[in-house]
């Protein structure tokens, strides 16, 4: 387990690329690695640099702002749209505050997705957008709402609570410019950031498992869950129970 060797890095490919990539057909490049977390971090080292500012939902998954923040970059909390159940981004405050955003992280969080192109068309095609469908079905649903075909990054985690789900953990990251390769390559043979590749500051990576990759047994439940996935639509049920809980607590419970 952990994927050091490169056979076990290539059959991991073998499974998952080939479930995966028709689902995203404009991100072809995959990294698999042990978490969504892990992946996460490796997306903002290849994107930023220490002290850069990322813009994160004021409501997402709770673990990427301690990314953000133990990495050495800054977090600017964006609002949500109004009365949404998961992490929709204000779009009139897009529209006011888009020319000061380099690198955008979208949370399509209970499996409700955002319609990307909206923000793409407003904050143009310079700024790095971040996709997280950790919570996301990778069938169907997906490809319906275009989900990869505006951003630059997917995150996904295949932790056994998320969809598709998995015996044990591992997450993964897709991306479309070929301008990243090479650093990801050093990225996970060295577990090393982008400053040791720029001969300048030195940042150990913070997330436990940046160099692993998922195992072969996960990637096998994988695919097996995305099936399930598939016949019996978990992105609506998600949705469903989002909106309960979102509606028991009420208005007045004062919980963000």
Known sequence: ????????????????IPALQPQYPDHSNWNFTASGSSA???????????GDTIYHPVYG???????????????????IAPHDVGSWIDIDWLRENH?????LVLVHLWGD????????????PDTIIIEDVAQCPSLGENMEFETGKYS????????????????EEGGGLAYKGEQYKEFFEAYFSNGITRELISNTEVMAPICPGTKEYMSIA????????????????VREQRTKIAKSF?????PGSGIG
């Open 246 to 250: 979102y509606e028991a607590l009420g």
């Open 99 to 103: 020319h000061k955003i380099d690198v």
């Open 218 to 233: 996960e990637a096998a439940a994988c695919v097996e869950d995305m099936k399930i996935i598939k016949e019996t639509g």
């Open 61 to 79: 998954w709770c673990a990427f702002p301690g990314i953000i923040m133990a990495t050495g970059r800054k977090m600017a909390t964006y609002p």
């Open 113 to 124: 997705i955002q319609n990307v192109k909206e923000v793409r068309d407003i904050v143009g």
């Open 1 to 16: 387990y952990g994927g050091q060797s490169v056979v076990n890095r290539a059959i991991v490919n073998q499974i998952m």
């Open 40 to 50: 996460f971090q490796a997306v903002l080292s290849a994107v930023s640099d220490p």
């Open 152 to 167: 630059d990054f997917l995150i996904f985690s295949f932790g056994m609570f998320k969809s598709p789900g998995s015996i």
